[in-house]
Antibody, heavy 124, light 107 residues
Framework: EVQLVESGGGLVQPGGSLRLSCAASGFTFSDHFMDWVRQAPGKGLEWVGRARNKPKRYTTEYAASVKGRFTISRDDSKNSLYLQMNSLKTEDTAVYYC???????????????WGQGTMVTVSS | AIQMTQSPSSLSASVGDRVTITCRASQGIRNDLGWYQHKPGKAPKLLIYAASSLESGVPSRFSGSGSGTDFTLTISSLQPEDFATYYCLQDDNYPLTFGGGTKVEIK
């Protein structure tokens, strides 16, 4: 079964750090770009960032709201994606989802597999 | 960043109704747009990619159209399991941006 499972969420104080993990199974993880998306309580979905695969030299992209504070990495040997979150703010409180990016025959991309999410609460 | 304006933000409809949701991009994004369904406590689900291509396994009552700046998601005959929040997402330019969402509720 194709699956993504996030872990590592929890309660952290403002200014603190947290590392989220996303474990992939059922597909060739190394073939895919992988993204993080979040949803703050009562709000819509917000793209956080992307980790490309080895052919694209594992390069990354970030939303402006997290750039310089969050770092996305991956370990293809462990079929895992990570989100290192530093200098956390109360506005980072959200459910964090990882998602697989699939490229289709016509060259388009889409987020075709999502995890169930992990909750991060930033509060004193 | 490209702004995605989604409308309406919510709607009430009955089972069997035809429902239309629109997204407008602040600049042209070709057909680099997807539509996602999200239910509380669940993982979001891909419905449509490349503006009009139906994802495998998604019922044919869902359809998408548009190109450039204006896009539409249509549910031809609303079913009980379709009550959810729907989002568009542009992946033409970084940062990727979602529309604000449309909550489809039972009338």
């Amino acid at each position: 079964e194709v699956q993504l499972v996030e872990s590592g969420g929890g309660l952290v104080q403002p200014g603190g750090s947290l590392r989220l993990s996303c474990a992939a199974s059922g597909f060739t993880f190394s073939d895919h770009f992988m993204d993080w998306v979040r949803q703050a309580p009562g709000k819509g979905l917000e793209w956080v960032g992307r980790a490309r695969n080895k052919p694209k030299r594992y390069t990354t992209e970030y939303a402006a709201s997290v750039k310089g504070r969050f770092t996305i990495s991956r370990d293809d040997s462990k079929n895992s994606l990570y989100l290192q979150m530093n200098s956390l703010k109360t506005e980072d409180t959200a459910v964090y989802y990882c998602a697989r990016i699939t490229s289709y025959y016509d060259g388009s991309d889409a987020f075709d597999i999502w995890g169930q999410g992990t909750m991060v609460t930033v509060s004193s | 960043a490209i702004q995605m304006t989604q409308s309406p933000s919510s709607l009430s409809a009955s089972v069997g109704d035809r429902v239309t949701i629109t997204c407008r991009a602040s600049q042209g994004i070709r057909n680099d747009l997807g539509w996602y369904q999200h239910k509380p406590g669940k993982a979001p689900k891909l419905l449509i990619y490349a503006a009009s291509s139906l994802e495998s396994g998604v019922p044919s009552r869902f359809s998408g159209s548009g190109s450039g700046t204006d896009f539409t998601l249509t549910i031809s005959s609303l079913q009980p399991e379709d009550f959810a929040t729907y989002y568009c997402l542009q992946d033409d330019n970084y940062p990727l941006t979602f529309g604000g969402g449309t909550k489809v509720e039972i009338k």
